[in-house]
């Protein structure tokens, strides 16, 4: 009798597991498929003979081939939150916590130019998904607009500008560079954004006062100076011939 409650308490996290794995096998098989032959190219009988699922399965997680996108989006709101987290732990600057934002919310989206032109019509193709993204992104200039507000009460980001405007301009950078270097023949996406999030900060940086962190092992100790330069983030230094293409 043991044995068989037990049996039956864990079946539920099994189940969930399961289901979480197939849902991201079929994105998975979804995203590559759209990257190699278009959105508008790819049926949902494509995606689910290359994620190996049956078409109710593929129904069962998705009413439409556009609901798929809505994965993504989860996913980005996800990088958000984990900035937001590290803004709070303290240990970051908001300048590397801001730069490492924008490059991982441009790098599942980005993976080529082809699957960026894709995404772009997609996400606009079908009402409900077009709410939800949008809804989304509306969560995600939120948690954006907290990161900056602990920016500006560090020192690090002028205080005289709404972080909900800040928040909205770095959505707009994120998305207008993604669409204008997938409209190119090639490029390097990581630069791009790198260009970008140097011109974001030249306009939000305070000029006062920079917070530089000294990080120790249980914190980190921080330093205020008059500094007129953004503090450089070791995570996505570019070469300056890397931009050559901008």
Same mark, same amino acid.
């Given at each position: 009798?043991? %044995?068989?409650?037990?049996?039956?308490?864990?079946?539920?996290?099994?189940?969930?597991?399961?289901?979480?794995?197939?849902?991201?096998?079929?994105?998975?098989?979804?995203?590559?498929?759209?990257?190699?032959?278009?959105?508008?190219?790819?049926?949902?009988?494509?995606?689910?003979?290359?994620?190996?699922?049956?078409?109710?399965?593929?129904?069962?997680?998705?009413?439409?081939?556009?609901?798929?996108?809505?994965?993504?989006?989860?996913?980005?709101?996800?990088?958000?939150?984990?900035?937001?987290?590290?803004?709070?732990?303290?240990?970051?600057?908001?300048?590397?916590?801001?730069?490492?934002?924008?490059?991982?919310?441009?790098?599942?989206?980005?993976? @080529?130019?082809?699957?960026?032109?894709?995404?772009?019509?997609?996400?606009? @193709?079908?009402?409900? %998904?077009?709410?939800?993204?949008?809804?989304?992104?509306?969560?995600?200039?939120?948690?954006?607009?907290?990161?900056?507000?602990?920016?500006?009460?560090?020192?690090?980001?002028?205080?005289?500008?709404?972080?909900?405007? *800040?928040?909205?301009?770095?959505?707009?950078?994120?998305?207008?560079?993604? *669409?204008?270097?997938?409209?190119?023949?090639?490029?390097?996406?990581?630069?791009?954004?790198?260009?970008?999030? +140097?011109?974001?900060?030249?306009?939000?940086?305070?000029?006062?006062?920079?917070?530089?962190?000294?990080?120790?092992?249980?914190?980190?100790? *921080?330093?205020?100076?008059? +500094?007129?330069?953004?503090?450089?983030?070791? @995570?996505?230094?570019?070469?300056?011939?890397?931009?050559?293409? *901008?």
């Amino acid at each position: 009798m043991t %044995v068989g409650r037990k049996h039956v308490k864990e079946a539920p996290g099994r189940r969930e597991r399961r289901r979480v794995e197939t849902r991201e096998k079929i994105f998975r098989a979804a995203m590559q498929l759209f990257a190699e032959r278009g959105f508008f190219q790819t049926t949902t009988e494509d995606i689910t003979e290359a994620a190996d699922v049956g078409q109710g399965t593929f129904f069962n997680y998705f009413p439409t081939k556009q609901h798929v996108l809505t994965v993504l989006t989860e996913k980005q709101i996800e990088k958000v939150m984990q900035a937001r987290q590290e803004t709070e732990a303290g240990e970051i600057p908001i300048h590397d916590v801001l730069n490492r934002l924008m490059h991982r919310i441009a790098q599942e989206p980005g993976k @080529s130019q082809a699957l960026t032109r894709s995404l772009m019509a997609a996400f606009l @193709s079908n009402d409900e %998904v077009r709410k939800f993204v949008r809804d989304t992104m509306a969560r995600g200039r939120e948690n954006v607009g907290e990161i900056i507000t602990q920016g500006q009460r560090r020192g690090e980001i002028r205080p005289d500008l709404k972080p909900a405007d *800040l928040a909205m301009t770095f959505q707009r950078n994120v998305i207008g560079t993604l *669409l204008l270097w997938a409209m190119q023949n090639e490029g390097d996406l990581d630069a791009w954004i790198e260009k970008t999030f +140097n011109d974001f900060w030249r306009m939000v940086e305070s000029k006062e006062q920079v917070i530089h962190y000294s990080g120790t092992s249980t914190g980190s100790r *921080l330093q205020r100076k008059n +500094n007129n330069s953004a503090p450089q983030s070791s @995570s996505f230094r570019r070469k300056s011939q890397g931009t050559k293409d *901008l």
